[in-house]
T-cell receptor
Framework: DGGITQSPKYLFRKEGQNVTLSCEQN?????MYWYRQDPGQGLRLIYY???????QKGDIAEGYSVSREKKESFPLTVTSAQKNPTAFYLC???????????FGSGTQLSVL | GDSVTQMEGPVTLSEEAFLTINCTYT??????LFWYVQYPGEGLQLLLK?????DKGSNKGFEATYRKETTSFHLEKGSVQVSDSAVYFC????????????FGRGTSLIVHP
């Protein structure tokens, strides 16, 4: 079945540590996105990529980094510069020029 | 910039009650409008969409009509079930050549038996 796989489902970060969230899709979609979800705040866009080897900052990119070396993969690194990383992180993809997003099941990141 | 405003939750209903979740938007041009649903512990999934004025999107008993004159896209369902308990997000996209959606804050729906 085609879809988006995020891993791990739960992740814990120690002070000063970088952690990487995985996102893989087999939908052959060109565009991929990372959102952060905090209770009562809806979804905020961190980074997006519309093509391999290219990505753009979203509304809250500070403290995060991404790469897009393969069409299928769009990993997100939460760096130690992100002082409040506890949140639910959602990865999504879409066909280029198509507004419908397909979402993964998310990763809950917590700080130890 | 574009924005989406949803009614605050939680909305608490008894099973078989009528549901309305209000959504209004501010956008330049003529956006496409969406409702996404998020069940506990999961990602979002598209519930329905409408791409032009007066279009009605519908799915699983839910429906919403694109009202350009009132810039609204209210979600309705005639008879809710316990399994409809989830968070509902209104979104828009397609303005200024961008296909990246702008989401509302989400409205939590709790349905009691």
């Amino acid at each position: 079945d085609g879809g988006i796989t995020q891993s791990p489902k739960y992740l814990f970060r120690k002070e000063g540590q970088n952690v990487t969230l995985s996102c893989e899709q087999n939908l052959n979609h060109d565009a991929m996105y990372w959102y952060r979800q905090d209770p009562g705040q809806g979804l905020r866009l961190i980074y997006y990529s519309q093509i391999v080897n290219d990505f753009q900052k979203g509304d809250i990119a500070e403290g995060y980094s991404v790469s897009r070396e393969k069409k299928e993969s769009f990993p997100l690194t939460v760096t130690s510069a992100q002082k409040n990383p506890t949140a639910f992180y959602l990865c999504a993809s879409s066909m280029r020029g198509n507004e419908k997003l397909f979402f993964g099941s998310g990763t809950q990141l917590s700080v130890l | 910039g574009d924005s989406v405003t949803q009614m605050e939750g939680p909305v608490t209903l008894s099973e078989e009650a009528f549901l309305t979740i209000n959504c209004t938007y501010t956008a330049t041009g003529y956006p496409s409008l969406f409702w996404y649903v998020q069940y506990p512990g999961e990602g979002l999934q598209l519930l329905l969409k409408a791409t032009k004025a007066d279009d009605k999107g519908s799915n699983k008993g839910f429906e919403a009509t694109y009202r350009k004159e009132t810039t609204s896209f209210h979600l309705e369902k005639g008879s809710v079930q316990v399994s409809d308990s989830a968070v509902y997000f209104c979104a828009l996209s397609g303005t200024g050549g961008s296909y990246i959606p702008t989401f509302g804050r989400g409205t939590s729906l709790i349905v009691h038996p």
